[in-house]
T-cell receptor, first 112, second 112 residues
Framework: DSGVTQTPKHLITATGQRVTLRCSPRSGDLSVYWYQQSLDQGLQFLIQYYNGEERAKGNILERFSAQQFPDLHSELNLSSLELGDSALYFC???????????FGPGTRLTVL | AQSVTQPDIHITVSEGASLELRCNYSYGATPYLFWYVQSPGQGLQLLLKYFSGDTLVQGIKGFEAEFKRSQSSFNLRKPSVHWSDAAEYFCAVGTGANNLFFGTGTRLTVIP
């Protein structure tokens, strides 16, 4: 158990819908990262927050957004969902920048 | 631009045999390097990391990796594989902001 929690574990929804994925980092970790894992794209970095502020952006679609709240939990919002958005979404956390990241168990999103 | 190459998509070894998983990276500065393991349906678990210093790093579960700057490699090794090591292994390079760029992974099968 990494100490990073993600909810829900599974999510099934329809195209065009909007979903919110939630992540709670390890106690004391200020930095949160979101990754997408799909068969065709592999593991891709989406976005990073540090202490409530966006720190870095990767291959995140405009339909996707995220935020980190004062209690340091983070949410990833996915809207206008397409079939291709079906994937495993991981959250990771670290104490600060340039430290090892600890990954949560992931949320499996299925878009029908 | 950063990139990570894991040339072996799938490796099969016998239980008790030695293991080496290859990883080559491309990054302009001194890299942070990681190996993660993912069991089916699970999140990613950190096996070991290299930030600086001794180029031979020890990790959990009896794994080690050696950083070779001249070859841009960070190969993972284990002297004697156990059936429980069957999983997917990911090499990753971290940038200054510590966004991780992952390789495509190597699936390890262990036969009795």
């Amino acid at each position: 158990d990494s100490g990073v929690t993600q909810t829900p574990k599974h999510l099934i929804t329809a195209t065009g819908q909007r979903v919110t994925l939630r992540c709670s980092p390890r106690s004391g970790d200020l930095s949160v990262y979101w990754y997408q894992q799909s068969l065709d794209q592999g593991l891709q970095f989406l976005i990073q927050y540090y202490n409530g502020e966006e720190r870095a952006k990767g291959n995140i679609l405009e339909r996707f957004s995220a935020q980190q709240f004062p209690d340091l939990h983070s949410e990833l919002n996915l809207s206008s969902l397409e079939l291709g958005d079906s994937a495993l979404y991981f959250c990771a956390s670290s104490v600060a920048v340039a430290n090892e990241q600890f990954f949560g168990p992931g949320t499996r999103l299925t878009v029908l | 631009a950063q990139s990570v190459t894991q040339p072996d998509i799938h490796i099969t070894v016998s239980e008790g045999a030695s293991l080496e998983l290859r990883c080559n990276y491309s990054y302009g500065a001194t890299p942070y390097l990681f190996w993660y393991v993912q069991s089916p349906g699970q999140g990613l678990q950190l096996l070991l990391k290299y930030f600086s210093g001794d180029t031979l790093v020890q990790g959990i579960k009896g794994f080690e990796a050696e950083f070779k700057r001249s070859q841009s490699s960070f190969n993972l090794r284990k002297p004697s594989v156990h059936w429980s090591d069957a999983a997917e292994y990911f090499c990753a390079v971290g940038t200054g902001a510590n966004n991780l760029f992952f390789g495509t992974g190597t699936r390890l099968t262990v036969i009795p």
